[in-house]
């Protein structure tokens, strides 16, 4: 093996020590913001939506919730209608813990997408390295 190669193939080592004390950093950080969860219980609750008005909270689910308003029935995805300001709900000082919920979520969904494409280079550098 000549100098070149084994020189490319320590930078190579380098960088991948590196990548992978990024991503298990990106990780940790993950795990210190914890899990997503509701304070407020919204069975019942009413909400106010931009269009449709006033409204009641008939049912919820992972990713779903379903909403009573005086003459219909509206399904909207859970809790992105919240925190992108289309539903409110009735006693504002509630809304609070969805707004920091929503700035959690999409923290995690950045670090995600970071630990994604890092992993991708990650991967790519060690098959640089078998060859």
Known sequence: MTVKVRLKKAAAQERIDSLELLIAG????????????????LDGANVVHKKYGMGTVDE???????IRF???V??????HAFHSGFLTLEASEHMDSFRNNGEMAKMKDQLTKEIRTLSG???????????
Do not use: T
């Open 74 to 79: 509206r399904k909207f995805k859970y809790p």
């Open 121 to 131: 280079e990650l991967e790519a550098l060690k098959n640089e390295i078998l060859v």
């Open 60 to 66: 919820i689910s992972d990713d779903k919730i379903v």
């Open 70 to 72: 005086s003459d219909e």
């Open 26 to 41: 990106k990780r940790h950080q993950m795990e210190k913001m914890g899990h997503q969860e509701d304070v407020v219980s």
